[in-house]
């Protein structure tokens, strides 16, 4: 990398005396000053997908790996949900909230609770940015009330820390945010109204079994789950994507992923 002398040096600051540094110091500064403009290069380079395109879509995780696309497995006429876990859903995101839910189940949370750690990720797979906001979109009809709300705010919750409840702020987030991360106002005022509502703790419970969810050595088999779902989520009986209403169409882009328009 080709350095700007003078730019280095009012990088430096009015403060720093280069002439009086060691070598040491020197180098040292040298070698932050280039990380930091490398940093520069990455931030600017022309991205070749949208950060927020869901990982279904070829999209990268948070932390920015590209997940591999296989095949489409073929879908039944009448998909039902957890078909879209089986047939759909890219591994990763189900082994995650799998992992969320048992833990949730292990700790002896309601079967809400359970049922909403089961799905508050789903959106991911179409889209990332506001994916809470998404997912509790994706399954409003079908659920409780409480459960679409608990998985709509726990996007803003994830970003405050908890610790009366068990939730810290998660180390993961200063890596794919940055150590200075300040929630946007949308975000900071959709945790204030949540965090007076009735149901806040059903939102933050979903944040704390998240926590524990990114075991890439646990596996957790969706079987114990399948009654928990038919108790909590009414399936409709011409499929999801297919039952006309106002969400069908987020459905059948998950079936149709490569539709061209
Ligand atoms: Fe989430
Ligand atoms: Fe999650």
Redesign the pocket.
């Known amino acids: 990398m080709d350095v700007d002398r003078k730019a280095f040096l009012a990088a430096l600051g009015p403060g720093a005396a280069f002439g009086a540094m060691t070598h040491e110091e020197r180098a040292e500064a040298l070698e932050s000053y280039m990380m930091s403009q490398l940093g520069k290069q990455f931030a600017i380079a022309p991205a070749t997908v949208r950060r927020g395109m869901g990982v279904m879509f070829g999209g990268p995780t948070p932390s920015g790996v590209h997940p591999e696309l296989g095949a489409l497995a073929e879908m039944p006429r009448k998909p039902a949900l957890v078909d879209f876990f089986r047939l759909r859903f890219m591994p990763h995101t189900v082994a995650h909230m799998l992992q969320s839910a048992n833990d949730a189940l292990k700790k002896g949370e309601p079967e809400e609770t359970v049922f909403a750690c089961l799905v508050?990720?789903i959106a991911?797979n179409l889209i990332k940015v506001d994916?809470?906001y998404w997912?509790a979109q994706m399954i409003e009809p079908y659920v409780s009330e409480k459960t679409s709300w608990a998985i709509r705010h726990?996007?803003a919750l994830?970003f405050y820390a908890d610790p009366s409840a068990g939730y810290e702020y998660p180390e993961q987030y200063v890596r794919i945010f940055g150590k200075d991360y300040v929630p946007a106002p949308y975000i900071q005022a959709a945790y204030e109204h949540a965090h007076k509502h009735k149901w806040y703790m059903a939102a933050r419970l979903?944040?704390v079994h998240?926590l524990y969810a990114f075991d890439p050595n646990v596996k957790v088999s969706l079987d114990p789950f399948i009654d928990i779902i038919g108790r909590h989520f009414k399936q409709p009986k011409e499929g999801l994507g297919f039952d006309a209403s106002p969400v069908a169409h987020i459905w059948r882009s998950l079936i149709y992923p490569d539709n061209p328009l």
């Open positions: 508050h990720d991911v994916h809470g997912g726990h996007q994830r979903i944040t998240d």
